[in-house]
């Protein structure tokens, strides 16, 4: 059974809604921050191919250091503004980046500001050298329980490209329902459209720990 410290224990400050740092057997979630850039910077030369076909251009496109400061402290005030939830992954051995997973309030329609979510999309991704080790597994495990403490929401959701398997493979090893396919643009732009699974865990069950 996987090991969660008490996600409680570290928001740092009431009104937070989601804790700023979780551990986990393996890995501690903590925000992004500016200073983050030269460690990720590296991270995502070497996976451009590996990331690209996934995940949107503006989170996957490597940028010079002062660019890419930028987008993690946009990253961080979204953190603290509640808009959305980007967890940097590190190792906790090693304090090694490894990847990400996110929280972003949504309904029906898409992606929205908190107070108008009935839902929460839940997003990772990995450097391609610490995939197949259950490191995304572990990681949405915890932002699973993360969402269980978020009030209003009815469900969870992962929307991911079909050819993905491995990142399929996330939510049905999770106990998620695969609830609709449906055919979207790329994130590549000028690639042919996509299968888009939408993969669902009911908020009100057992919790996923």
């Keep these: 059974m996987m090991q969660i410290q008490d996600i409680h ?3 740092s400050h009431a009104s937070m809604l989601v804790p700023d740092a979780v551990r986990t057997a393996r890995l501690l979630l903590r925000p992004w921050c500016a200073e983050d850039a030269e460690a990720l910077l590296p991270i995502l030369e070497a996976n451009q191919a590996h990331l690209e076909p996934w995940i949107p251009l503006r989170v996957s496109t490597p940028a010079p250091l002062p660019e890419l400061a930028a987008r993690l402290a946009g990253f961080a ?3 603290a503004a509640a808009r959305e939830w980007r967890y940097a992954l590190l190792t906790l ?3 090694t980046v490894i990847g990400e997973v996110g929280l972003y ?11 108008a979510a009935d839902r929460v999309e839940l997003g990772y991704w990995l450097r391609a050298d610490y995939t197949g080790q259950g490191y995304a597994t572990e990681a949405t495990q915890a932002a699973l329980a993360i969402a269980r ?4 929401l009815a469900q969870v959701e992962i929307r991911c490209d079909a050819r993905n398997a491995p990142s399929a493979a996330v939510p049905q090893r999770l106990g998620f329902e695969l609830a609709t396919t449906r ?3 790329s994130v590549t732009p000028g ?3 996509v299968t888009l699974q939408v993969w669902t865990y009911a908020l009100g069950r057992g919790a996923v720990l």
């Design 105 to 115: 309030p949504r309904n029906a329609d898409g992606r929205v500001a908190f107070a």
């Design 183 to 185: 055919e979207q643009p």
């Design 191 to 193: 690639a042919s459209p």
């Design 149 to 152: 403490t978020l009030p209003g």
């Design 9 to 11: 224990a570290h928001r």
């Design 77 to 79: 005030a979204d953190f």
């Design 93 to 95: 051995a090693r304090a």
